[in-house]
């Protein structure tokens, strides 16, 4: 699977900014797919899951009840809206996808997914 992330820029904090991650090249709705994504010195981590049923979604208590994953499996598209951004969501963000018979798996370990995508930088402003 190739990944190709974009939607990442520079946004006031509490502004709102739409992340799109494009699958190509295997069965993008066989897949779970997961956003990441790495500040500056840090590890990186789990932001956000969804199954490729898209019936199971999960978060990061950090962004819960701002950020919305959701996919598009006519368009190989898996998106991250980011609402009320905070100057601590300033990251690279990174999708990943996990091939998987299970409708409902949505995994937030981050040495389940399989394949990465390049990563699009976020900056929030203070």
């Known amino acids: 699977v190739q990944l190709q992330a974009f939607g990442g820029g520079l946004v006031q904090a509490g502004g709102s900014l739409r992340l799109s991650c494009a699958a190509s090249?295997?069965?993008?709705?066989?897949?779970?797919m997961g956003w990441f994504r790495q500040a500056a010195g840090k590890e990186r981590e789990f932001v956000a899951a969804?199954?490729?049923?898209?019936?199971?979604?999960d978060y990061a208590d950090s962004v819960k009840g701002r950020f919305t994953i959701s996919r598009d499996n006519a368009k190989n598209t898996v998106y991250l809206q980011m609402n009320s951004l905070k100057p601590e969501d300033t990251a690279v963000y990174y999708c990943?996808?996990?091939?998987?018979?299970?409708?409902?798996?949505?995994?937030?370990?981050?040495?389940?997914?399989?394949?990465w995508g390049q990563g699009t930088e976020v900056t929030v402003s203070s």
């Open positions: 990943a996808a996990k091939p998987t018979q299970s409708f409902r798996y949505a995994p937030a370990a981050r040495g389940q997914y399989d394949y």
């Open positions: 969804i199954s490729w049923s898209g019936s199971v979604a």
């Open positions: 090249g295997r069965t993008f709705s066989n897949c779970a």
